[in-house]
């Protein structure tokens, strides 16, 4: 996305359908004209736009812990929106107390879960997160709302996927996304938090 890694961070606002078309640009230089798309937690967004504006481009879907918005959403926490305006600045406790959001409280315990955050320390760290892109992220994620538009997606194979111990994007948004889009499935992981494919395997 805009503003992270080696991606520019052009001066806002940012929305979801702008983010969209820079996922489609991608895929336009790439020379790949339909895929099947996975998108996680504000990727699920723009997964979602892609799909309902381009559905000649998108095969399938995977919409793995992310949110519909709107009225009907239950959105992450405001201390989450907090820990996040920290994370550019490079602030240790703000990356430390984001990725502890990303796990739940039994995988870190015991000396196996320290690894297993000792090693998101590591990865996390290496990417680069500029301010304005990061701010322009959420607010593009706080106005977005696809409540409306999901029912256009029932020619769309679609997997709904969450934790069923997320505290970021609770997993009620899941059951509300997978009830709306036409056909799709629905697999919660018990014991898994919002980076549910880091701690779970099939």
Not at 21 to 45: E, H, K, P, Q, W
Not at 53 to 82: D, I, N, Q, W, Y
Not at 83 to 104: V, W
Request: hydrophobic letters at 45%; proline letters at 8%.
């Amino acid at each position: 996305h805009r503003g992270i890694g080696g991606s520019p961070a052009p001066a806002g606002p940012y929305s979801i359908p702008m983010l969209a078309r820079d996922a489609l640009a991608v895929m336009d230089s790439a020379g790949v004209d339909r895929a099947a798309v996975l998108g996680i937690s504000m990727g699920g967004m723009v997964a979602q736009e892609m799909a309902i504006t381009a559905p000649a481009r998108v095969s399938g879907l995977v919409l793995g812990c992310t949110m519909h918005g709107g009225k009907e959403a239950h959105p992450p926490p405001a201390s989450f929106f907090e820990t996040c305006s920290g994370l550019a600045d490079g602030e240790p406790a703000a990356t430390d107390a984001f990725l502890r959001a990303m796990l739940p409280p039994s995988a870190l315990e015991g000396p196996a879960g320290e690894r297993l955050l000792a090693q998101f320390h590591a990865s996390f760290v290496q990417q680069r997160r500029d301010a304005e892109g990061l701010s322009g992220q959420l607010a593009a994620m706080m106005r977005f709302n696809s409540t409306k538009r999901l029912g256009s997606l029932g020619d769309c194979p679609t997997l709904v996927v969450t934790g069923s111990d997320d505290v970021v994007v609770p997993p009620a948004n899941a059951a509300s996304i997978a009830k709306k889009v036409p056909g799709a499935e629905l697999l919660t992981w018990p014991d898994a938090g919002h980076f549910w494919w880091q701690h779970r395997t099939v």
